[in-house]
């Protein structure tokens, strides 16, 4: 299985800063026939069901704010949250699907500094 | 719009079987793929498996292999998921999701979800 680790386990962040989250995996999930890094973003918040945000490493989904932003490839990937509001008070996990069993990472959660 | 409707809270005791419901509402084909996700408390989502019933196949993650059973009824647009064996580490949040795409290896990511059901294992 390939596993997926995420850092900071948490972050606190000041209203219209920057909050950054990476994210490991044990091997690449980039695909080599097409270029593409088979890793996603979601977010969660508290009694809701995961909210997909950005696939493909970077593609943002549409109606996610642009304050929000995917890179990274192969093996190391970032979740970046610009001018953070709070409404982006969540956690939030990246997922492969490179290979199966598909994998999340353990969350990262967001709070207000 | 197409949604996702799961069947309610479930209570179940050490060894017995669950299954839960996700109808696909709105417009939805018949022939809509369909993955499972749970989630315990205060951990991060885990991936079950998925059907996809316009071809007939199912895929499941290994650890749910030998428990887990994935099933389509077309005629209702309904998924169910049917778990046995039931051990107080079942107890979680489970959660039926579309795929935009599935291919062989199953479905790849989420980008609609259903609102969950409780299952709750205890004696």
Same mark, same amino acid.
């Given at each position: ?14 209203? !219209?800063e920057?909050a950054?989250?990476n ?7 980039? %695909?080599?026939?097409? %270029?593409? %890094?088979?890793?996603v973003w979601?977010? @969660?918040?508290? !009694? ?13 989904? *549409? &109606? ?5 932003? &995917? *890179?990274?490839? &192969? ?6 949250? *610009?001018n ?14 490179? !290979? ?5 990472? @353990? !969350? ?6 | 719009?197409?949604? #996702? $409707?799961?069947?309610?809270?479930? +209570?179940?005791?050490p /060894? ?7 109808k696909?509402?709105? /417009? ?12 315990a408390?205060g ?12 071809? /007939? ?10 428990? #887990?059973?994935?099933t ?6 309904? +998924? ?5 064996? #039931? ?5 979680? $949040? ?23 059901? #409780? $299952?709750? $294992?205890?004696?």
């Open positions: 299985d390939i596993t997926m680790t995420q850092s900071p386990d948490s972050l606190a962040v000041s209203l !219209g920057r950054t989250i994210c490991k995996s044990s091997q690449s999930v980039l %695909n080599t026939s097409n %270029n593409k %890094n088979y890793l979601y977010q @969660q918040k508290p !009694g809701q069901p995961p909210k997909l945000l950005i696939s493909w490493a970077s593609t943002r989904e *549409s &109606g996610v704010p642009d304050r929000f932003s &995917g *890179s990274g490839s &192969g093996t190391d990937f970032t979740l970046t949250i *610009s953070l509001q709070a409404e982006d008070v969540a956690v939030y996990y990246c997922q492969q699907y490179y !290979g199966v069993p598909r994998t999340f990472g @353990q !969350g990262t959660k967001v709070e207000i500094k | 719009q197409v949604q #996702l $409707v799961q069947s309610g809270a479930e +209570v179940k005791k /060894g017995s079987s669950v299954r839960v419901s996700c696909a509402s709105g /417009g939805a084909s018949a022939s809509l793929a369909i993955g499972w996700v749970r989630q408390p951990q991060g989502p885990e991936w079950m498996g998925g059907i996809n019933p316009m071809f /007939g196949t199912t895929i499941y993650a290994q650890k749910f292999q030998v428990r #887990l059973t994935i389509a009824d077309k005629s209702t647009n309904t +998924v169910f998921m049917e778990l046995r064996s #039931l051990t107080s580490d079942d107890s979680a $949040v489970y959660y039926c999701a579309k795929p935009p795409y599935y291919d062989r290896s199953g479905p790849f990511y989420f980008d609609l979800w259903g609102q969950g059901t #409780l $299952v709750t $294992v205890s004696s």
